[in-house]
């Protein structure tokens, strides 16, 4: 059987790259088409040496990807996606957009926080929300998946069944998420040069970063009513991993059992959450280069703290945009997608 096709638009970026990576690997397709705004005709290995080894494509012009590829992968800077995305629909074909441009549904709440309008505003209506656990069904018949966000991910996973279950209080939930420097993506800003990150923790948009409407959304969308959370990003000296901690309050009569029980049951057929026995602590080494969450549940007086670890650049953008192509294209869910956690 001939393989699918897909290319990358964006391809010189970090997600770009962990796609290149990942999809190399991967049985059921081809890799046919990378695309860079910046290194046209360049190889791949003069950007990134690493990856070359039996890979050494050369990129073409963005435009170029969707009429060489039968999927598509789009990581770019919110607001540049819709153009690439509206063509490659034009042209009949499927994409996952790992940025923000399809996320948020509502487009004021989009305007208000990344300060674009929608283009097309049917597509936004069409394309499905990819957080895989929680709406695989929607996902199988997509047309535009619009890739969750990294520290999203993170909180939405433990947060989501607890919420729809009502063991958890919707008020007052609170998460502190620690993310290694490759989730600003390639570009050099001071707050990611090594001697300002080495050795350093440092949070940044307190109060206003913009994945706090994503995770509103998820949170409000499992609930059945208004969620919102108190959300601080902070910046960690290693390449990779996300590390959230989330403080919430029991609901009446409800222990920790119960809350452990409930996670345990909603995630027991979900390959890529693992939800630790009660006494063990989720770390970043748990899930470091898979495509895994983990998730440990503590307690402390009436709150519940929980710890919730992805890899960025894996279940936190390529991983999970590979599951959801998985998905859309009917392979199982878990093809090329099988590499463990390294153990340091
Ligand atoms: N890094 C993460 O952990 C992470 C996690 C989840 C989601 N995301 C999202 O994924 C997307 C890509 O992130 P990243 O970390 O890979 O960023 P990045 O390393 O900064 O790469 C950005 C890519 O976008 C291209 N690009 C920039 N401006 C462009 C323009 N005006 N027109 C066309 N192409 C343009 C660049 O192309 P050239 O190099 O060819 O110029 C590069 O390939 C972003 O939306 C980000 O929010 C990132």
Redesign the pocket.
Known sequence: MSKVKVGII???????VELIRLLNAHPQVELSAIG????VDKSITEVYPSVGIGNDMKCMK?EDVIKNSDLIFT????G?SEEFVLQAVKEGKKVVD???DFRLKDEATFKEWYNVSFIDKKLHEEAVYGLCEHYKDEIKNAKVIANP??YVTSISLPLMPLLKEKLIKKEGIVADSKSGV??????LTLLSHYPEINENMVPYKIGNHRHTPEIEQNLTDAAGEPVEIIFTPILAPMNRGILSTIYCDKAEGVTIEKIQNELDEFYKDKPFVDVLPLGQVATVKHVRLSNKCAISVHENKSKIIICSTID??VK??AGQAIQNMNLMLGFDECEGLSTMATAF
Do not use: D, E, I, Q
């Open positions: 964006g391809a010189t970026g970090y997600v770009g860079s705004n910046s290194f963005n990581a770019l800077p919110h540049v790992l940025g923000a966000g990294c490759t989730g600003a993506g390639r570009g960025n650049m936190g953008s």
